[in-house]
């Protein structure tokens, strides 16, 4: 072989083993031979081969987007704890500073402006 074997793959092949040792069948058994024991065609076989590994590519693609929006809660969350320290500090500054009177006085410094102009 030129290419090494995935985890998955060693252990599909190990347990088919397993598999085929307990029902008593050849360890070099071929697709009919399985398939006869099974008391399915061999184009059923294939049938059921294609299903489990669409339902693996799919439980493979949610899984990614699980982690793709695991990740996106934590960037959000992240960001959100950022936006609301910020916003505890401008809070903190207005009462140091007394933003609130200041702008409490300007705004009666302008009401009495206008009532004077008229």
Not at 35 to 56: F, M
Not at 78 to 104: S, T, Y
């Amino acid at each position: 072989m030129n290419r090494e074997l995935s985890s998955d793959e060693v252990t599909i092949l190990i347990r088919s083993r397993k598999i085929l040792k307990a029902r008593g069948l050849p360890k070099d058994a071929d697709v009919k031979s399985i398939c006869e024991a099974a008391g399915i065609s061999r184009k059923t076989g294939y049938q059921w081969a294609d299903r489990l590994d669409e339902k693996r590519d799919t439980e493979r693609q949610r899984k990614q987007e699980f982690d793709w929006l695991k990740a996106e809660h934590d960037e959000l969350k992240r960001r959100f704890e950022d936006i609301r320290f910020e916003n505890e500090g401008r809070k903190l500054a207005w009462e140091i500073h007394g933003v609130d009177e200041l702008l409490a006085d300007k705004k009666k410094a302008m009401k009495s402006r206008t009532k004077r102009k008229r």
